[in-house]
């Protein structure tokens, strides 16, 4: 059976992460309270920026940056979205 949290994004419970996304008390908190679902989102929206802002994952602005947009995609708050990104429709 699979761990279940308390997800920060969704308010409810839900099959949470496998392992720690990376090392760090951060990712400890990711790991504690973040879903698979949740996550899983984030890293799809995550790569949108990247590709479509063109951003250099050497650079720690780009690094900052992303990581300011990843608590507030998790918290529910307002965040970036790539602009004239248009999501494929089936």
């Not at 392992?19 to 679902?37: C, N, T, W």
């Not at 250099?56 to 995609?73: G, I, P, S, V, W």
């Not at 708050?77 to 089936?90: C, I, L, Q, S, W």
Request: proline share 6%.
């Amino acid at each position: 059976m699979a761990r279940t949290v308390h997800c920060r994004k969704y308010q409810t419970e839900l099959p949470g992460l496998d392992r720690v996304p990376f090392p760090g008390p951060k990712g400890e908190a990711l790991y504690a309270d973040i879903s698979q679902k949740a996550w899983n989102e984030w890293i799809a929206h995550q790569t949108t920026l990247i590709n479509e802002m063109r951003l250099n994952m050497m650079d720690l602005t780009a690094r900052t940056y992303l990581t300011e947009q990843r608590e507030k995609f998790f918290a529910g708050e307002e965040f970036d979205r790539a602009e004239g990104y248009v999501p494929k429709t089936e």
